[in-house]
């Protein structure tokens, strides 16, 4: 896992080349309106940051985006776990999983607004990207326990909790971490761009649908950078307390 890690890790390297790439292709087209610099982005996101309804924005979306994600991974967990233990519920949650993930966003999008008011669009849609990646990465994780492990459980009749602890959450780890870690940026795409449709008031989607109404390209760029900043801070975040967690249950 710790490999794993290393060889994800972004270099400060390789965003400081990418940046001179992105600062000189914006200097070669010489039109802010198609290309912004990233001095003007820098400059535009600060002058953002002074804005109250800028903040406003960020908590709006966050916690309705989160919220989704949450939900979705408290499901999706508990109903992989069903789904383990009784074949009948795996063979009928197949075809909806599927169904979810086969179905294009913008076309859930556009039913849930019938539904839903736009305010709560970016829950559900979240919650509906989310669901099937972490039901279906917990579910691999169950079916691919070492069996002899399991007998061994059963032959010394280890309690549920014992066999959760010792057996189930070492061999979930990796699977949930890798479900986590997609579905965090997953759930961030899905739900921003509903919020473009649906146009939620106060939203961090309303802003980048009026940036690109008004052509207003560092606004877009500023507000995008935001988006890519929150979601890759919190996915730190939280898979470390999940890592904190793990660990302090394993050493109880």
């Known amino acids: 896992m710790r490999r794993q890690k290393a060889q994800n890790r972004i270099r400060p390297w390789a965003v400081a080349l990418w940046l001179v790439v992105w600062e000189l292709a914006s200097l070669y087209i010489g039109q802010e309106i198609l290309l912004v610099s990233p001095v003007s982005v820098l400059r535009r996101l600060c002058d953002l940051a002074l804005r109250p309804d800028f903040w406003s924005s960020i908590a709006f979306s966050f916690f309705r985006i989160i919220g989704g994600f949450l939900l979705a991974a408290f499901f999706g967990t508990l109903l992989a776990g069903l789904a383990g233990a009784f074949s009948f519920l795996r063979d009928l949650l197949a075809p909806a999983m599927a169904a979810v993930k086969a179905v294009p966003v913008a076309s859930f999008i556009i039913l849930i607004l019938i539904w839903v008011p736009s305010r709560n669009l970016s829950i559900v849609i ?92 560092p606004d877009l760029f500023s507000w995008t950078l935001v988006i890519v900043f929150i979601s890759v801070i919190f996915e730190k975040i939280f898979l470390r307390l999940i890592d904190e967690g793990v660990g302090m249950i394993e050493k109880r």
């Open 126 to 217: 979240s919650f509906l990207m989310v669901l099937p990646v972490i039901y279906t990465n917990v579910l691999n994780g169950i079916r691919s326990t070492d069996p002899k492990l399991l007998e061994m459980a059963r032959v010394f009749r280890i309690p549920l909790f014992r066999r959760i602890r010792y057996i189930y959450l070492s061999q979930l780890l990796p699977f949930l971490r890798t479900g986590f870690s997609l579905s965090l940026g997953l759930c961030w795409k899905a739900g921003v761009a509903a919020e473009v449709i649906g146009i939620p008031k106060g939203s961090i989607g309303e802003k980048l649908y009026e940036a690109k109404v008004y052509l207003e390209t």
